[in-house]
């Protein structure tokens, strides 16, 4: 047990000496060089080449970054109420964040992996997990909007997720905690044996994106950290890296630590679907949300589910088998290829690489080095492909540039490593500032990586910004990578905590964004498709408004009628057809958030008037000249006012 | 005279092209519209270059207090002018084949030709009266009241040909298809006078 406490503390004094070169190392590189600055550079008017989708980390959402320039373009709320456009609060987003465990307004957002047709990127959709209240979301690349959630039932911890299948015929979602399944109450020092570990295969149907749990394979109690599909030759296989084989339960930094190989899980993900078709598995009782969110309607409904289908791996021979890798391997990458699987020690210097064609040949052979739980294990050195000697510490993720180089990140060493696929001699390395994680080659994910840049997503900033505190804004760096070294070229400031990003050429998305709504397309039951359709309703104490925006009035903008007690509903449609025209609405005293409403959009938001008066409310988005004047009243009589509703807009 | 008949019957055909493509065009460009607003004048209406432009138009036009863009019913215009160019193009291949037969000579051409000229300016003339109504007859209550620097109201007027400056605005008012499709049937009937004419020359010396 010593021997661990003292292999940890020098693992932290390395850290902290190797922070402290790389800073040294700071004014001498590349960063204040010319050319790296024309590199980065985009001219007023002219656009980015790539798009970079940022995971937001803790602030539940996705963030769409331009490449080179690493200018912030958007910031897409998907498990978090969103006050900045009133997603999560609105009548019509509230029940996108509704799960079994009721109203969940956030999350810990983690890997965005964006759509693959033939094991290419196709920009149809993009994903993303929920790692805290297990959930996957489906956001549409055309309008940039959160589509789908889908909350993952047996699951904990959804951190080895969201990656697709070459041609996205499944999204993962694997389990980074095991937990008991199906939940029950019982000690957590009976872990051992009690708890699993399920891995869900989520399909998506190819033509709108909807998601279905197809079957969860429920594995032995062991952490499963990452994952990646196999592509091309591999296609059909799914690999999940394991930590804690020792399925403790307490003091894991130390107990998790204690053997020497964990796995990487070999998945063929065909066998199993071929069994499920064929009607194997079992259904079980369980309770999740899937909730889908209608463009048409312009709304979100909540659907709880009840049953899922199970799978046990040793029903089904052949589909299931244990690569060990060492020292509690973290990321889990697949190249190009699809011919070397690359699991992470993170505890060590070196990179294990596996071999596709090795893991068939050995199970062909049935070269089994024992058992865990039933499953069989491979000899270690029947399948490694070779490792890299790197000397850097605390490897982390691998992404490939597609011309037979590959990128780890070592997040103790504070480097981006380049290294070479079947030589495994490092080629070059460069300091990042500081701590990286992930990193991001845009398709770096796919069989066509587009090897221009890689982006370094590190989790300290330190001394890189002008200080705001204690709290910094995480820092992302790009280097170009289309030499035989690499060179720094920017760093930029991400929000939230930019744990992984999916990136991809701008022409593949900027022909099929959408500009606006039509206001003909509309299909909201509360909508107003043209203002002399606009007006209040009372049904009890509820009234309902129906209001339109155009630059730059409300139709009405004077309503008289209302009494305190009264749930009021404002639903408003915005007339404008005009390309990035919103409208906002807000009231005095609203207890949700504003709107934030787009052209040919209707957004509803629930005021509870408390206090008699005349309150206004008015325009948020700044949207023409007359934007200040774009305003109204609301009158508020006491509970037994007799005063009808009236409406008006333009008389005096 | 068969050639000159040819060309008569094919250049009054070639109006026919007014039936389909707009016979004028005027853009909008603006920094904060960097894909320019537009419309496109047909002889039976007007219509936006993008879907949502006259929306848009008339949207920017309420602050200076223009008048929305007519729709077909609100100009007599755009009932007549569809009926004129049937009748012109009827006449011109009516006057083309009785040439081929011998019955009209050359004249009958430059004669219809002159017609035609006529109706186009006063045509013209009338889209003119037409652009001044509508960018200097404001609404009084206008949000915003500009005036040029000697005092005078601020005339919104589009130009009738080429480019202007208006406020923010860079307005393109230009020939469109069916009017440059207009004006080379015209130019076609022009040339079949003059064939026409040598047409009937040789015959003479012929005979
Ligand atoms: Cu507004």
Redesign the pocket.
């Known amino acids: 047990m010593k021997t661990y406490k003292y292999y940890i503390v020098s693992l932290i004094c390395a850290a902290f000496l190797l922070t402290s070169c790389g800073k040294t190392n700071n004014s001498a590189s590349g960063a204040l060089n010319s050319s790296a600055a024309e590199k980065v550079y985009v001219a007023p008017g002219e656009h980015d080449e790539f798009y970079a989708f940022m995971s937001g980390g803790y602030s539940g959402n996705l963030t769409v970054y331009g490449l080179p320039s690493g200018r912030m373009l958007k910031e897409i709320p998907v498990f978090s109420q969103f006050p900045t456009s009133g997603y999560g609060y609105s009548e019509e987003t509230k029940p996108m964040l509704n799960t079994s465990h009721g109203f969940v307004p956030w999350d810990d957002s983690h890997h965005p992996d964006i759509s693959q047709t033939n094991g290419e990127l196709d920009g149809r959709w993009i994903f993303i997990n929920g790692n805290n209240t297990p959930r996957i979301a489906r956001i549409n690349l055309s309008t940039f909007e959160t589509e789908e959630i889908i909350e993952v039932p047996n699951s904990a911890g959804n951190h080895s997720s969201s990656f697709v299948t070459e041609n996205t015929e499944y999204v993962v979602a694997g389990t980074r905690f095991s937990v008991p399944i199906p939940q029950r109450d019982i000690p957590i020092n009976e872990y051992k044996g009690n708890f699993q570990g399920a891995l869900s295969f989520i399909s998506v149907d190819p033509e709108h994106g909807h998601m279905d749990i197809k079957f969860q394979i429920i594995m032995p109690g062991f952490n499963y950290d990452l994952s990646h599909p196999g592509r091309g030759k591999s296609h059909g296989w799914f690999f999940f890296t394991t930590y804690n084989t020792e399925e403790a339960n307490t003091l894991q930094e130390v107990n998790a630590s204690q053997n020497d190989k964990d796995f990487i899980a070999a998945i063929n993900w065909k066998k199993v679907e071929e069994f499920v078709n064929n009607g194997g598995g079992t259904k079980v009782p369980v309770k999740y949300a899937h909730n889908i969110y209608n463009e048409a309607t312009h709304t979100a409904t909540s659907t709880i589910k009840k049953e899922v289908l199970t799978v046990n791996p040793l029903d089904i021979p052949g589909a299931v088998y244990f690569l060990p890798t060492p020292k509690s391997p973290h990321g889990c990458d697949v190249d190009p290829t699809g011919e070397y699987i690359i699991g992470n020690g993170k505890l060590s210097a070196d990179l294990t690489v596996h071999s596709f064609d090795k893991m068939l040949a050995a199970i062909e052979a049935k070269k089994f080095d024992g058992e865990a739980y039933g499953i069989p294990i491979l000899k270690f050195e029947d399948v490694l492909a070779g490792s890299v000697k790197s000397g850097g510490l605390g490897p982390l993720h691998t992404e490939f540039d597609g011309n037979g180089n590959a990128y780890t990140t070592f997040f103790i060493s504070s480097e981006v490593v380049k290294w070479k696929l079947g030589t495994w001699e490092v080629i070059d390395r460069k300091p990042t500032y500081y701590s990286v994680g992930h990193l991001m080659i845009p398709g770096g994910n796919s069989r066509k990586p587009f090897g221009k840049y890689v982006v370094a997503l590190n989790k300290i900033t330190k001394d890189r910004y002008l200080p705001v505190g204690p709290e910094m804004e995480h820092s992302a760096q790009i280097y170009d990578i289309s030499g035989e070294k690499m060179e720094l070229l920017y760093d930029f400031p991400t929000h939230g905590e930019p744990h992984y990003a999916a990136g991809c050429p701008a022409d593949l998305l900027t022909s099929k964004a959408k500009k606006i709504y039509r206001l003909d397309e509309n299909k909201h039951p509360y909508a107003v498709l043209s203002p002399d359709q606009a007006r209040v309703e009372r049904k009890g104490n509820e009234v309902h408004i129906y209001m339109s925006?155009i630059?730059?009035h409300f139709t009405p903008d004077n309503i008289e009628g209302i009494k305190v007690g009264d749930k009021v509903y404002f639903h408003i449609t915005n007339h404008e057809q005009d390309f990035d025209v919103p409208?906002?609405f807000a009231i005095l005293g609203q207890n949700t958030a504003e709107l934030l409403i787009m052209p040919g959009q209707t957004k509803t938001s629930v005021w509870e008037p408390k206090q008699v008066g005349v309150w206004p409310f008015y325009?948020t988005?700044?949207?023409?000249a007359l934007?200040q004047e774009?305003q109204g009243y609301i009158r508020v009589s006491p509970a037994s006012s007799k005063l009808e509703l009236s409406w008006s807009l333009g008389e005096d | 005279m068969k050639k000159s008949g040819v060309l008569m019957i094919v250049g009054s055909l070639l109006l026919l092209g007014l039936f389909k493509f707009p016979l004028w065009n005027i853009m909008l460009g603006a920094p904060q519209y960097p894909e320019p607003l537009g419309m496109d004048i047909y002889i039976h209406g007007i219509k936006g270059v993008n879907e949502f432009d006259i929306q848009n138009i008339d949207g920017l036009n309420h602050y200076i207090g223009m008048k929305t863009i007519p729709k077909p019913d609100d100009m007599w215009e755009f009932n007549t002018f569809p009926i004129i160019i049937g009748i012109m193009v009827t006449l011109g291949v009516l006057i083309g084949l009785l040439s081929m037969f011998g019955k009209v000579n050359h004249w009958w051409f430059i004669g219809w030709f002159g017609v035609m000229s006529v109706l186009g300016i006063l045509g013209m003339y009338d889209f003119n009266a037409w652009l001044t109504d509508y960018g200097t007859n404001l609404d009084p209550q206008a949000i915003m009241k500009l005036q040029n620097p000697d005092g005078t109201p601020m005339s919104y007027k589009p130009p009738l040909f080429g480019h202007a400056k208006m406020l923010n605005f860079d307005v393109d008012s230009l020939p469109h298809t069916g009017g440059y499709m207009m004006f080379t049937g015209m130019m076609f009937t022009v040339i079949a006078f003059f064939v026409g004419k040598k047409e009937a020359r040789k015959l003479k010396t012929r005979i």
């Open positions: 925006t630059r730059s409208h906002g325009c988005d700044f949207c023409s934007h774009m």
